[in-house]
């Protein structure tokens, strides 16, 4: 498996050295200790701890001190801890659609097989018609080659040798030759996209979100009216990814 550290890695790796040292103290442990303890600086820290906050990971005590918040409790609790997973990942991803103003989905690559787990869409932004089955073209959509290009090599050429590439519209790549070389050549830190190779109508971007040895991605999708917001979408998409990336590692 081939994993690239990505800006949100960083920050969920930062945000997990504020939690086991804020988890430390018990009874509360102010800002700058936090700093010295941890090496990160002021501007780091502040925003760190402002996104803890208000994603409930943390809470502010008298005098200015930082203790354990409920959310932290419930995804570190034995008990229904999957269901609290769900809960807070569904709650980070009706947060990044509003966002984004685009359906977002969180896939995972399970057991040699892309699987969308969660998805958020509304009114205004409509999720892609699934009208051919994801885990069968991975070639295809976004989400696919954004978990493709986080094997290595032999582990695409496996897939793809259980996966014909069908060309589901004119613009589909079915080269597994070329395909391969795309994903070879994609930057870890650049959304992967879709134009149109999934589905008619409809373009797509996905970002890397890989906890430990799990694999996965964030994606969205946008009808093709609204193309020219795909990339400002994506980077904006990217750069909120951290919470869903310290959910998925707690």
């Known amino acids: 498996?081939?994993?690239?550290?990505t800006a949100p890695y960083h920050s969920a790796q930062d945000a997990l050295r504020v939690l086991e040292t804020v988890a430390r103290h018990s009874a509360g442990v102010t800002d700058t200790e936090l700093a010295r303890r941890t090496g990160l600086g002021p501007e780091r820290l502040t925003a760190l701890l402002r996104m803890l906050r208000r994603e409930g990971y943390v809470e502010e005590i008298?005098?200015?001190?930082?203790?354990t918040g409920d959310t932290l409790r419930r995804l570190t609790s034995a008990h229904d801890?999957?269901?609290?997973?769900?809960?807070?990942?569904?709650?980070?991803?009706?947060?990044?659609?509003d966002s984004v103003g685009a359906a977002v989905y969180l896939s995972r690559y399970v057991d040699g097989e892309v699987r969308v787990t969660q998805y958020a869409a509304g009114p205004?932004?409509?999720?892609?018609n699934e009208w051919v089955d994801f885990r069968y073209c991975a070639h295809a959509t976004a989400v696919?080659?954004?978990?493709?290009?986080?094997l290595d090599h032999n582990a695409r050429r496996d897939h793809l040798s259980r996966h014909k590439m069908a060309r589901l519209t004119s613009r589909t790549i079915t080269s597994d030759r070329l395909l391969l070389s795309r994903l070879e050549s994609q930057p870890p830190t650049v959304p992967v996209l879709d134009l149109q190779e999934y589905?008619?109508?409809?373009?797509?971007a996905a970002v890397p979100i890989t906890a430990g040895s799990s694999v996965g991605c964030l994606a969205l999708s946008l009808p093709v009216r609204d193309a020219h917001r795909l990339k400002q979408a994506a980077d904006r998409l990217n750069r909120s990814a951290a919470p869903v990336l310290l959910s998925l590692a707690l």
């Open 1 to 5: 498996m081939r994993i690239e550290p």
């Open 62 to 67: 008298t005098d200015g001190a930082y203790v």
């Open 124 to 128: 205004a932004t409509p999720a892609v």
């Open 144 to 150: 696919g080659k954004s978990l493709l290009t986080q």
């Open 199 to 204: 589905a008619v109508g409809t373009v797509c």
């Open 81 to 97: 801890r999957e269901r609290a997973l769900r809960d807070k990942l569904q709650h980070a991803l009706d947060r990044l659609r």
